[in-house]
């Protein structure tokens, strides 16, 4: 019988290596696996290579990792915000490697690594310093980079409900980079707010298919509250997403 629910996000976080690269989800705050980031802290993994759109935003996800000391490596595409001082203070002292990628570039090296595609031609970054030391091709009378796949050891993704196959679907913009991710990991770990039956997700609104998830765990939904202006965000202070 097949069946992917870990009992906790220690265990399902357990067999992480130092060194490993990891693909995490979320743009900004939303769809940001905190829960599995927290553990992923407390396991003790060190020199990290993350894969994130951003830097991390103050205390909390990515930041906190940075807070830790945790990141050998960032590959992400905006890595300075007015909150991202923990990526910031690292960067200035030396502590850690920076690869830009532009965001639709970065989303479609996940994308080759999960459809096994060897390589592909972008004009994005053309002309640039991002085009240094890479191959260029010009295709149609415009000028190309050539980019190749970006896998991960270890994805972690944030789902609304998960099955026990590891079917997953997502709430709104939370999924962003999630099922890209999750397709280009060796290993995908998804943090969820509901485990249904088999059969209880509709197949034509899975948007992840279980054979690209190895790990599903079920977290706590983080209480709502509303501050002065009236827009409801979690207790991190972000949107609920």
């Known amino acids: 019988m097949i069946d992917k629910i870990s009992p906790s996000v220690e265990v399902a976080l357990a067999d992480v290596r130092d060194g490993a690269t990891i693909l995490v989800g979320g743009f900004g705050g939303s769809g940001v696996p905190e829960e599995l980031i927290d553990a992923l802290i407390a396991q003790g993994a060190r020199d990290l290579t993350i894969v994130n759109n ?3 935003n103050g205390e909390v996800g990515i930041a906190a990792l940075f807070k830790a ?19 910031q203070a690292a960067y200035r002292a030396g502590k850690v490697e920076l690869e ?9 090296r996940m994308r080759a690594a999960g459809a096994g595609i060897g390589a592909f031609y972008t ?3 053309y002309g640039t310093d991002l085009a240094k030391g890479k191959e260029t091709r010009v295709i149609d009378g415009k000028g190309h980079v050539l ?12 789902a609304e409900r998960g099955d026990r196959w590891g079917n997953l679907v997502y709430r709104k913009s939370a999924r962003n980079y999630g099922p890209t991710m999750a397709s280009a990991a060796t290993v995908a770990i998804a943090q969820v707010y509901e485990v249904v039956e088999l059969g209880a997700l ?19 939904r983080k209480q709502a509250r509303i501050p002065a202006g009236g827009v409801t965000r979690g207790v991190t202070g972000r949107a609920a997403a």
Request: proline share 9%; net charge positive; hydrophobic share 35%.
């Open 54 to 56: 951003n830097a991390g």
């Open 69 to 87: 000391g945790r990141i050998r490596k960032l590959i992400c595409s905006y890595p300075r915000q007015i909150d991202s001082h923990h990526f």
């Open 100 to 108: 830009l990628v532009p965001q639709g570039t970065l989303s479609e």
């Open 123 to 125: 004009p994005t970054g």
């Open 147 to 158: 980019e190749y796949p970006l896998h991960g050891d270890i994805a972690l993704v944030k």
């Open 202 to 220: 509709d197949p034509e609104v899975i948007v992840t298919p279980g054979i690209y998830v190895t790990r599903v765990v079920k977290v706590a």
